[in-house]
């Protein structure tokens, strides 16, 4: 196999993953998450790996 169609084959496959994601579950604007949370006053949810167990 050369680069070229390893590549080709890599960018062909996410294509159809990205279709794949969109066709299954369109996105809605209106029920995703802010990208940039700062100061947005949403709590976070979920957990940090650095954090100690009480």
Do not use: E, K, W
């Not at 169609?5 to 809605?28: E, H, K, Q, R, W």
């Not at 995703?32 to 100690?52: E, K, M, Q, T, V």
């Amino acid at each position: 196999m050369t680069r070229r169609f390893t590549a080709t084959l890599a960018i062909v496959g996410l294509f159809l993953l990205v279709g794949f994601d969109l066709m299954s579950a369109p996105p809605n604007p209106y029920q995703a998450p802010p990208a940039l949370a700062l100061g947005s006053g949403i709590a976070a949810s979920g957990g940090f790996c650095g954090a100690l167990p009480d």
